[in-house]
């Protein structure tokens, strides 16, 4: 059950905090996901700090999964503050002796699936949410995938499957940040769009917004009917909150070089909450 | 074997609420029929969608399910099989695979339809166990291990319907994992796994009948595990050793054996026989098939008998 009394400030300025904890790990390794993680940072914390029921018991909690599993740093940063992972495990990503990396790994506290290879996370949602309905459990699954994602044969056979089954539970949120590796989607591949049509037609419950507004997230994600699963479009910058980062391909995995790193750091204070 | 699986499946599945079955527009008669009527919302057809067949299954697990995905052996494990490694074996999740027609069963319907790299494929990906029953009786011994023995992802290669019983006077018990000695024999002794082993028994009571060679047949229906110290000790106890296979000719029992033999400083003579390393365009029976890929009874009989001779 969503909090009634979102705090989309709140979730703003967690995000600015996040932005730099990420360009800090970039210090301590040589490659990371910094753009795909920016990009999907309000919708993954609007999922954990205003709509996911958070219990702490596995049994009846919300589940997570980042089906773009490259942008793991987004969900690393929430599980540390949640206090779910330790601060060392952060500080020492990618590193020989701890569990933490570019991809989440099921077996990690918090990560409630392995991905890394897109296309896996909304077909294992749709067996999980298959399996609560079988067995009575009243909880959401909340997945973050990535527009590029969406070109996977797979992500269709889920999408075709869940409403087929009538699941509700699941609430996708897709980040269209336009990229994929090798270009913008929406050139790569034309017909990829109009998307909210194809996915309402597949019988999802499809809403697009700002994906860098909480409470656009929020509200979308809360005024929906429940009869059946909802895919939410968030529209996003890649990289978004460093200029010399938005929309440049190469930040899809390089790290900040000292130099760089002060200039985003300084643009990331000066942006506005 | 299909209908040997189904009716050990509904046993277990009808008391045990975390099992589901999974299929993708194929399905099994007998048991789970019954299974399927009584059980209508753990009988899950998700259509002609193989990914969505085992990332749902990985996703049924996750949430303490036990799911048996169930198709044609092409189709279980090739189309899907990034699901299989990643969502199924990376994760260690008690998802069961069903591959029917393992090996060049459908003999009619081509190489689409013919699994003959599957233990290969299966065997190479941490966490997976292989089983390959080769009678029915032994299908229903390794269904049920398969669903509670073995925590982890499996993949059982089935055959189709009719194969005979050839397991009701064996002189070993079924123990999962092990090798065990279906007929007995003292000069050599024949290897295999799945429907095949029906040639080896047929060949063995010819080198006895017409050759007075005494042949023994073990059912390896554990490929992976495989049992290395019963093989070793059965390449120790035989003067010649043979292995005969559905299975192409890397990755499968042939070269296993072939390796535990030299690990072990075996002496016998050691032939193994396996399909072609090839796409065959020939259609016919299943014994027309695998005749075309060389394994031919005849044949084998004739090398055998001179290499006990």
Redesign the interface.
Known sequence: MPKPNFDHAAVRARCKRYRRRILDISQTVGALHIAPSFSCLELVATAYFGLMNRTGDPETEDTFILSKGHGSLSQFVALEELGVIPTAWLENYCKPGFPLATHPD??TPGI???T??L??G???????????K??G?ERDIYIVMSDGELQE??VW??L??APS?GITRIVAMVDLNDFQSLGRTSEVLPNFYPMLDKLRAFGWESEEVDGHDPQAIYDAVTRRSGKKPFILLGRTVKGKGVKFMESVPIWHYRSPNPEEYKIAIQQIEEAGV | MRNSFANAFYEIAKNDRRVCLVVADITAAAGVASFQKESPERFINVGVAEQMMVGLCAGLALRGCIPVAYTIATFTIYRPFEQVRVDCCYQNLPVKLVGVGGGVNYSTLGGTHHAQEDVALMSAIPNMTVIAPCDPAETAACTKASLIEIPGPVYLRLGKAGEPDLTANAPDPFRLGKVRMIKPGTDVCILSFGPITKMACDIAARLESEKRISTGVVSVHSLKPLDTAGIAALLARFRVVVVIEEHAPFGGLGPQVKSIAWDSGARCKLRTYALKDEFIHVYGSHSDLLGAHGLDPELIFREVAELAS
């Not at chain 1, 909304?122 to 067996?127: D, I, P, Y």
């Open positions: 099921y077996g409630a699936a392995s890394g290879s296309g896996h909304l077909g294992l949602s749709v067996g999980m949410a298959y399996a609560d079988l067995n459990k044969g797979s056979e889920a075709m499957t089954f």
